[in-house]
């Protein structure tokens, strides 16, 4: 429910979503830095890192994307959730752990 007139339930929903998307987003790539950490998927997966790789590149800059625009919507109406704040920090958080798996997989071999 809209406490603030203001604010449309529009922008709730996507501040909601922009949460959704970015936690299953932070999600995957824990998933990928365990897998990779604890050579699930063999010694040297090079073929299955590449397409991990470019598939969380593509999927955190439009997630990244999807939150910016839900925090700025909200910034509009002088009123903020939570939940863009929390997804914005989700994808910094994946990207992170992304950057720190594929580095450590492709620079330290």
Do not use: C
């Amino acid at each position: 429910m809209t406490n603030n007139p203001q604010r449309s339930r529009a922008t709730e929903m996507v501040g909601r979503w922009s949460f959704r998307v970015s936690a299953f987003e932070f999600g995957f790539v824990m998933i990928q830095w365990l897998a990779f950490g604890n050579q699930w998927l063999g010694s040297l997966p090079v073929i299955p890192a590449a397409l991990l790789a470019i598939v969380d590149a593509l999927l955190l800059s439009l997630t990244g994307l999807f939150t910016i625009v839900a925090v700025a919507a909200q910034l509009r109406s002088k009123t903020l959730m939570w939940h863009p704040v929390g997804g914005l920090l989700l994808v910094a958080g994946a990207s992170w752990f992304a950057i720190e798996t594929f580095t450590r997989f492709f620079g330290h071999r």
